[in-house]
């Protein structure tokens, strides 16, 4: 028995403790449990209304979509990612990081059916509309441009549909941006067919829009007659076959078969005299013109009637210049590519007459006149691409000066892709035209070439410049090799040796009907 106990005793002491009824470890103090994380959840309303950020805690949610509304446009919901609106958020909304969300929206189309419809667009310039129908602008004896202004622009979105406009016409020689639309800035507009009529304005003129600024035009086309016409102190004048003067923008899949004309007159001393017109657009700035053509004549004419100059710097500075080109009168630091003239005559003229003020001796002064023509552009500078187009009308250019001035100097060039390439270039593009005129220098693809680039481009052989100073078809890089009008209509010449991509889609824009005729695009 007390051996039972003596044991039983060891056991319990044995089993750890001390003294003082401690464990005999140094087991940890307890934690207090850890706080839950705070999301913040961001909303971008791209042009709605505003949504408050929402704090969320770990493992909280947002349990209903937050609302916000814009006028003119459907809610389409929340989106993780901003441009591609891919990736929709559903609600309940599991948090489980900070994040913004994007609203995302389709906007409210309005259908136009009327003429009257079609003029209500400028009540609400920013909204997207849709053509119905056909529809006849007989009853507008004067249509009003939508968007009148840059302080007014139409910036919304419309689409022709594949419908027709017809009997538009607009007649204001005063007014500076003309067409269907006038001044068309961040907006778009596809598919719209112009049919009969014509245009005339004072600046800036284009039969689908005036002046195109952060735009896109695509699909459209035309046959109206465009004119632009200046006879007072402004110095520039932009007539286009789509949009008159065209900067950060893109026309794509256009054509226009119209003639388009401008005509810029100064009657002020100090003041240049500018007229730019395409067959496509009158200028064309830090944009892209791509797989579109036009039919129809193009002209430009630049006179100045003042005071000639003392100095030769002066005169060169304020002489009137013209320019005219199949796709556009000038291009700068922008791109032509993938398209073509055809038939229509191509004219730049301008004329100095000086002279005629009050008290004007002739002695010892300067005067100046300038003009360019090309199958493509007028001019092509600063950076400016010409690549992978052909021409076919005629090309004509003059210049003059009248009056008692000694020293008298006039320029005129063209060339059968551009009159004139200063530090731009002009790329495996073919020349078939029937002649190339110019007073001063004439080429078979670039009049005149000053710091531009000439790369593998083609001409017909049998090529003439009547009346020409100068035509100089040894200087290949100027004028191009040679080819013969069969070998112009065969499908090798410009998929072998000039890199044309032949198909059925913008990446492959050309067809042709082999030795039954020239290229033409994939869409016509």
Not at 228 to 235: F, N, T
Not at 240 to 269: K, L, P, Q
Not at 433 to 440: D, K, M, Q
């Amino acid at each position: 028995m007390i051996v039972l106990l003596a044991l039983a005793i060891s056991v319990f002491t044995g089993c750890g403790g001390d003294s003082n009824g401690g464990s005999g470890g140094n087991n940890p103090q307890p934690q207090p449990p850890p706080q839950p994380q705070t999301f913040t959840v961001s909303f971008v309303t791209n042009g709605g209304s505003s949504v408050t950020a929402r704090s969320v805690q770990q493992g909280g949610t947002i349990p209903a979509s937050p609302e916000t509304t814009r006028a003119g446009f459907v809610f389409n919901g929340w989106f993780i990612d901003n441009n591609t609106f891919v990736n929709r958020v559903n609600f309940p909304y599991a948090v489980t990081q900070s994040i913004t969300l994007y609203a995302g929206w389709t906007p409210v189309v309005i259908n136009i059916s009327t003429p009257a419809q079609l003029d209500d667009i400028r009540l609400n310039l920013a909204g997207s509309y849709r053509l119905i129908a056909d529809i006849s602008l007989q009853s507008f004896s004067n249509w009003l441009p939508i968007g009148s202004s840059e302080d007014a622009p139409f910036t919304g979105s419309f689409d022709g549909n594949g419908y027709r406009i017809t009997d538009l016409t607009v007649n204001r020689p005063t007014e500076n941006y003309v067409g269907l639309f006038g001044a068309v800035m961040g907006g778009t507009i596809i598919d719209l067919v112009i049919d009969r009529g014509s245009v005339v304005g004072r600046l800036s003129a284009g039969a689908v829009a005036g002046y195109l600024a952060d735009s896109a035009i695509t699909g459209c086309s035309s046959t109206v007659s465009v004119t632009a016409m200046l006879s007072d102190e402004s110095p520039d004048v932009y007539a286009g076959g789509i949009a008159g003067y065209v900067s950060n923008s893109t026309i794509e899949n256009c054509f226009s078969a119209g003639a388009v004309s401008s005509s810029a007159a100064a009657n002020v001393n100090y003041n240049p005299s500018n007229s730019y017109s395409g067959g496509i657009a009158g200028y064309v700035e830090l944009s892209t013109i791509a797989r579109s053509y036009s039919t129809g004549s193009i002209s430009s004419n630049a006179t100045a009637s003042s005071f000639s100059f003392l100095d030769d710097a002066a005169a060169n500075t304020n002489a009137p210049r013209s320019y005219s080109g199949g796709i556009t009168g000038w291009v700068e630091s922008g791109t032509i590519t993938d398209c073509y003239s055809s038939t229509g005559n191509i004219t730049a003229v301008s004329n100095n007459n000086t002279g005629s003020g009050s008290g004007y001796d002739g002695i010892g002064d300067y005067v100046h006149a300038y003009s360019w023509s090309g199958g493509i552009a007028g001019m092509v500078s600063s950076g400016g691409i010409v690549i992978r187009c052909y021409s076919r009308g005629n090309i004509t250019s003059s210049a003059s000066v009248s009056g008692n001035a000694r020293n008298q100097f006039f320029v005129s060039r063209s060339g059968g892709i551009a009159g004139a390439v200063v530090t731009g270039s002009v790329t495996n593009s073919a020349a078939i035209n029937g002649t190339i005129t110019a007073g001063s220098d004439a080429g078979r693809v670039a009049g005149f070439v000053d710091g531009g680039i000439m790369t593998n481009n083609i001409a017909l052989d049998i090529m003439a410049a009547p009346g020409s100073a100068k035509f100089d078809v040894g200087a290949s890089s100027t004028h191009g090799g040679s080819m013969t009008d069969a070998g112009f209509r065969r499908q090798n010449t410009y998929e072998g040796s000039l890199n044309w991509n032949f198909g059925g889609n913008d990446a492959n824009p050309w067809q042709i009907t082999e030795g039954a005729g020239y290229p033409r695009l994939y869409w016509q």
